[in-house]
């Protein structure tokens, strides 16, 4: 199980550190990821790390302002938001991935997703 947390309303420029805890099962092999959706919208790709953490990708319009990063120790994926703008406004989910050594930017590539927590940047 995954769990998001850290989500909420912020103003424009605000920061933000989103959680994800994983339960249940130990994901340190595996691929993890951040991915972001609004109402009728598809899902889109945030960040993503690899289980070394020597290896990150992140969406070009996240790049500079947002930081993806684990502990695999706690089981914990995080990412770190900065200058947020409006358009960064959305529910924000962690997956896992067990097919892939490598950060992916597909959804497919992803096994398990968390609940989501609504990020709301305020202009």
């Known amino acids: 199980r995954l769990a998001e947390s850290g989500g909420g309303l912020v103003q424009t420029g605000g920061s933000l550190r989103l959680s994800c805890a994983a339960s249940?099962?130990?994901?340190?092999?595996?691929?993890m990821g951040w991915f972001r959706q609004n109402p009728g919208s598809e899902r889109e790709f945030v960040a993503a790390?690899?289980?070394?953490?020597?290896?990150?990708a992140y969406a070009n319009s996240m790049k500079g302002r947002f930081t993806v990063s684990r502990d695999n120790a706690k089981n914990t994926l995080y990412l770190q938001m900065n200058n947020l703008k409006p358009e960064d406004t959305a529910m924000y989910y962690c997956?896992?991935?067990?097919?892939?050594?490598?950060?992916?930017?597909?959804?497919?590539?992803?096994?398990?997703w968390g609940q989501g927590t609504q990020v709301t940047v305020s202009s």
């Open positions: 997956a896992a991935s067990q097919k892939y050594t490598l950060p992916s930017l597909s959804a497919r590539a992803y096994d398990y």
């Open positions: 790390i690899n289980w070394a953490a020597d290896s990150m």
């Open positions: 249940g099962r130990t994901f340190s092999p595996y691929v």
